[in-house]
């Protein structure tokens, strides 16, 4: 099977623009955006669910601390990595508008911390009892960080959680699944990369660099062993350091929407901030057009590696 096309101009392949969702209070901005190239000319979906910035008014007032909240709970600003990444691949793209203060999209409609909602869990409902994640602070709606404590000044209501899962959370996730499955059934088999951002992990220089980036796959459950040493290749190449599962495998994006058997792929790829943010960690740094070729580098890699997995499954299926 021939390569795909990958870094094709915008005079061939027509950019597609939608708005997905709706933020509640917020006169109609759409809940995210996905960008698709017309013909794709690769079956690659980037996708950013923590890169939301637009904070309702309602939603600002709630919080105690609004400007620390916000900065700690987003992946400040690796969406400006995906754009690149998009522009010079062809890679599909989606970005998360609503903030994660509002909803967290990688985290499952059922870890929610009851304790932050008016009236607590409802007895007629299906949800399960809270999570892990909603046990530690950072559940479907986070409620706390360490060093800020307690991020909202009142509960939420029953009526407000509703509406956020389904305006932002439930419509976010069809148009990721239906994204991927388009590519699938057109190029035989498809990939997500789940991008975040995260903290450094450790010093940056000496034999026991911390890693820039980690590539979490569930612990092989969510992204075929080829593409996951493909891209480990890439980034050793590169002079990158990295790491696997750890401290990052991966949450409910991938248990979700990773089907390997089903020839769809996915990974999350984290980031580290220090290397592509300024010393604060608040802004663009010098470093981000690097990461971004990396990264940029690294999809055009998967996408070879995509096309001999489809060539191998048609062959297959001859």
């Known amino acids: 099977m021939d390569r795909f096309e990958t870094g094709c101009g915008d005079s061939v392949n027509a950019s597609l623009d939608r708005g997905g969702g709706l933020i509640p209070d917020s006169d109609g901005v759409p809940a995210f955006t996905l960008r698709k190239r017309r013909p794709m000319p690769l079956p690659i979906l980037v996708a950013v669910p923590h890169a939301g910035r637009h904070y309702t008014a309602d939603l600002t007032a709630r919080l105690r601390h609004p400007r620390e909240a916000a900065l700690r709970l987003e992946d400040r600003y690796v969406d400006l990595i995906a754009e690149r990444v998009a522009k010079e691949t062809g890679a599909a793209l989606l970005l998360a508008r609503a903030p994660r203060a509002m909803i967290d999209l990688n985290r499952s409609p059922d870890d929610v911390d009851w304790q932050m909602v008016h009236g607590g869990k409802p007895g007629t409902r299906s949800r399960m009892a809270a999570g892990r994640r909603a046990r530690s602070g950072l559940g479907l709606v986070p409620r706390r960080l360490p060093g800020l404590g307690e991020l909202w000044s009142e509960q939420m209501s029953r009526a407000d959680l509703d509406q956020r899962i389904e305006m932002v959370h439930q419509p976010y996730h069809v148009a990721l699944a239906k994204t991927l499955e388009g590519m699938r059934d057109r190029w035989g088999a498809a990939l997500l990369i789940d991008m975040h951002s995260m903290p450094p992990l450790g010093v940056k220089s000496g034999p026991d660099a911390a890693a820039d980036f980690v590539i979490g796959d569930r612990f092989g459950a969510a992204c075929t062993a080829r593409l996951i040493a493909a891209s480990f290749d890439h980034l050793e190449a590169s002079g990158a350091v990295s790491a696997h599962n750890r401290p990052y495998a991966g949450g409910y994006v991938l248990d979700r929407h990773g089907a390997p058997f089903r020839r769809i792929s996915a990974m999350q790829l984290e980031i ?41 499954f048609l062959q297959a299926a001859e």
């Open 272 to 312: 580290c901030r220090a290397a592509y943010l300024d010393p604060k960690l608040r802004e663009p740094g010098d470093g981000l057009d690097r990461i971004a070729g990396i990264v940029t580098g690294m999809v055009r890699r998967l996408a070879d590696e995509l096309a001999g997995q489809a060539g191998d």
